[in-house]
């Protein structure tokens, strides 16, 4: 199985979810998140895969998304906007990202959901 794996070279978390994944010898495709972010129709599909509230799909503590006062319009947007704005800047999007592209999505990293997930 070879995975699809959304991630942003400077991001601490994307390296621990990569090593977890070249530990486990589990093939992925990298894809960066900041220059070929995953489009409005990848994003609604891996969020109707991944079961989680849109809101979950945000990096919620990154700059960009405190600049453009996200934390408000999580509120009171519709999915559908929220989606546009997702795939609009890969800035904004929760990494990593990592699907199978058929029924399984991981947002973020934590051993115990890798574990769970791709293991």
């Known amino acids: 199985m070879s995975l699809t794996f959304y991630g942003y070279s400077g991001c601490g978390t994307c390296r621990k979810a990569k090593k977890w994944l070249d530990s486990h010898g589990i093939e992925y ?4 998140i900041v220059e070929s972010p995953p489009s409005k ?23 960009r998304y405190r600049n453009l006062g996200m934390k408000d319009k999580i509120k009171t947007e519709t ?4 989606l546009n ?14 699907t199978d592209n058929e029924s399984k999505v991981t947002v973020g990293f934590s051993e115990e959901l890798y574990q769970n997930t791709w293991n």
């Open 85 to 98: 704005w997702l795939a609009s800047d890969g800035m904004l999007i929760k990494r990593p990202i990592v």
């Open 29 to 32: 495709h990298e894809i960066p």
């Open 79 to 82: 999915d559908d906007e929220l």
């Open 41 to 63: 129709v990848e994003l609604e599909k891996l969020h109707k895969m991944s079961g989680l509230p849109i809101k979950k799909f945000f990096n919620t503590s990154g700059q």
